[in-house]
Nanobody, 122 residues
Framework: VQLVESGGGLVQAGGSRRLSCSASGRTFSTYAKGWFRQAPGKEREFVAVISWRGGSTAYAEFVKGRFIISRDNARDTVDLQMNSLKPDDTAVYYC????????????????WGQGTLVTVSS
């Protein structure tokens, strides 16, 4: 396992949750890092990405204004602050790392965590 997510759980609609992803066994501090999610019966989809220096970020339209991605290269972590959560945000959330920034296609990412489940109740 090279990336480890944490912070998932059950949250009520309108609430907030913070996910964190740390590196294990190797460093990804100079890699772009992204968050993806996969809801039951659906394909994995892009949520957010941050460049390795943290100066550039990009978000899927459906999370803009609600989610914030950030990173701490000293700790080699990437976080996803999720606010104003909706039942449609229910999914397994994965972090991923890649040398290139800005790639929204999950098939282009080489390093993945095992995922953490976020369930938003209505």
């Amino acid at each position: 396992v090279q990336l480890v997510e944490s912070g998932g759980g059950l949250v009520q609609a309108g609430g907030s949750r913070r996910l964190s992803c740390s590196a294990s066994g190797r460093t990804f501090s100079t890699y772009a890092k992204g968050w993806f999610r996969q809801a039951p019966g659906k394909e994995r989809e892009f949520v957010a990405v941050i460049s390795w220096r943290g100066g550039s970020t990009a978000y899927a339209e459906f999370v803009k204004g609600r989610f914030i991605i950030s990173r701490d290269n000293a700790r080699d972590t990437v976080d996803l602050q999720m606010n104003s959560l909706k039942p449609d945000d229910t999914a397994v959330y994965y972090c991923a790392a890649d040398p290139r920034y800005g790639v929204p296609d999950p098939s282009e990412y080489h390093y993945w965590g095992q995922g953490t489940l976020v369930t938003v109740s209505s």
